[in-house]
């Protein structure tokens, strides 16, 4: 894909040793982007638990996705089912470097994400998302479940999209 800027970003799946760049990626957006919404304890507290480990344990049941432009990894997404459904999938660790937002690349993970086996079976596709993503997430076509719009004890909203399967 080409962004606007004449910027060349292609698709890769993913590799265990992307794991620490593809973390390394999330944690800045943390510190960088999430902190004004959340304040540097939660922003602390979710880099504490949100280590290489962790993300290599999302590899082995999701099907992650990296975004790439020449040698550096600009972008990260995945699918997985939601709790073995076959019906239902959900949207994880939706993630752009920062110098990159605004240019596309989280609409393009979005794009690629929804071509994914695990979306197109499903009736259900719901996403945990930031107070700083969800209005990204709503102009994609996902709203609130179940209509409500509050913050769950993740201090995450849960947002969904329905679909007709054939």
Known sequence: MKLANGTEVIVKPYREENAEEIVNLIIRNFREVNVKDYGEKATEELVATHDVNWFKGVAEYAHVYVFWNENKIVGVGSISSFWGSLTESILLTIFVLPEFHGQGIGGYIIDTLEGDELFLRAERIEIPASITAVEFYRKKGYDYKNGVKEL???????????????
């Open 152 to 166: 769950d004890e993740e201090q995450l909203y849960r947002l969904e999209k329905f679909r007709k399967v054939n």
